[in-house]
């Protein structure tokens, strides 16, 4: 039987020239959990009951695909959920100059090799469509007023109020009536706006964030090298608050 030899280097060559930026924060358990429960304390006033508490985050090169009911993860990782999706990272990666561009003699080491469960994985090139309700000026959830689930935000859509009483749609002006500053609706003075602790909709557009829901258990050192690992990464569809 012939001997098969892996590459790690031509693999990473392949993951920068066809992988992708993605923003990793490193998830730290915090110490509100009770060892007798098992839970975090919902309480908590760092984690907001979480439990998990994040790093700064890091932008890094993977190959991240959508995954196939492929009968190799399912007997490693269970059953996938739709959305969920499977990220190869690197050990090593060309070395990245300030401008952005790659210097292609020169490796470095991703931080991102060591990910593990519950990091947060966010797709810098990416965006998806979501839309939710929320009230002027009260906060939901411990979640600051008019701030929506999910950050990254990159447009909106659509901001309205539907009078159910009398039918009547009121469409918000961005610019006029209202701005976006990061993820939450900032009022402007002297424009439409709803009353205070009414609800409204908004329908807007950010970038996908993923968890990680486990690292596939495959021999990942042979032939002395340290071939890229591949992770679980389900979708978080309902957002999240990393502080």
Request: with cysteine; aromatic share 10%.
């Amino acid at each position: 039987m012939p001997e098969v030899k892996l590459h790690a280097e031509k693999f990473e060559v392949l993951i920068a020239r066809r992988g992708r930026d993605v923003e990793w924060r490193q998830a730290v358990m915090c110490s509100c959990w009770n060892p007798l429960s098992g839970q975090p304390n919902y309480q908590c006033k760092v984690c907001k009951g979480k439990g998990y508490t994040y790093e700064d985050p890091i932008i890094c090169r993977a190959l991240v695909t959508s995954i196939v009911q492929n009968k190799e993860f399912q007997d490693m990782a269970g059953v996938f959920d739709v959305g969920d999706a499977i990220m190869t990272v690197p050990k090593r990666m060309w070395k990245r100059l300030p401008n952005g561009q790659w210097n292609m003699k020169e490796y470095e080491i991703v931080p991102m090799f060591y990910v593990g469960m519950y990091d947060l994985i966010t797709l810098t090139d990416d965006e998806v469509r979501s839309s939710e309700v929320l009230v002027r000026n009260r906060p939901i959830y411990e979640r600051p007023a008019d701030t929506l689930l999910n950050e990254h935000v990159t447009g909106i859509h659509a901001v309205r109020h539907a009078d159910p009483d009398t039918g009547v749609l009121t469409v918000y002006q961005r610019g006029v009536d209202f701005e976006v500053v990061g993820n939450r609706i900032d009022w402007l003075p002297g424009g439409n706006a709803p009353a205070d602790g009414e609800q409204y909709s908004v329908v807007y557009w950010h970038r996908p964030v993923y968890t990680v829901l486990t690292t596939l258990p495959k021999p990942r050192h042979q032939d002395g090298q340290d071939l890229p690992r591949y992770v679980a990464l389900r979708y978080r569809a309902g957002g999240f608050e990393p502080k």
